[in-house]
């Protein structure tokens, strides 16, 4: 099988697990969110979601796709942060690690099993935890050569 196919598969069941415990309907709309949402590699904007989906002839208004990203977020889907001027989605596995390139924002996947266990053993408080991420800033190694090189000529 297909191990994207069957990440995506995973996380759409997650996804109708999660709305029907919250007594939400899991419609069309909210499933072609769900299926660009994961297919991202990297950092993405509300606009830039709305324009992919555009572009394949399909058309949401943004408060749907806003909405729904919010949604993901709170299934434990997607990530999200806020830069000054505005949030920015990406895909996460629950209980996972990854690394993010700060210069082409591309996101990579890392397995920590360690980390799981580690928030197993966590008391806090009067929270009830659905799931966690763990984001490495860096620079991949394509930038990190890019910068490199640009520094070697600057000499
Ligand atoms: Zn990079």
Redesign the pocket.
């Known amino acids: 099988m297909n191990p994207d196919h069957s990440k995506v598969h995973d996380a759409g069941e997650r996804f109708a697990r999660y709305l029907r415990e919250t007594g939400r309907r899991n419609t069309p709309e909210r499933q072609l969110v769900l299926s660009r949402a994961l297919a991202a590699r990297r950092f993405f904007s509300v606009e830039e979601l709305g324009e992919a989906i555009n572009a394949e002839g399909s058309h949401l208004a943004q408060a749907t796709l806003y909405a729904t990203l919010e949604l993901l977020c709170e299934a434990g889907l997607l990530g999200r942060k806020h830069t000054a001027r505005r949030t920015l989605y990406c895909p996460v596995a629950a209980g996972s690690a990854q690394t993010v390139?700060?210069?082409?924002?591309?996101v990579t996947a890392l397995k920590v099993p360690e980390l799981s266990a580690a928030l197993g053993r966590l008391q806090p408080g009067r929270f009830v935890p659905s799931g966690f991420y763990l984001e490495i800033q860096g620079?991949?190694s394509?930038?990190?050569r890019r910068q490199k090189k640009k520094s070697q000529k600057n000499i």
């Open positions: 390139c700060s210069v082409c924002g591309k620079m991949c394509i930038c990190a």
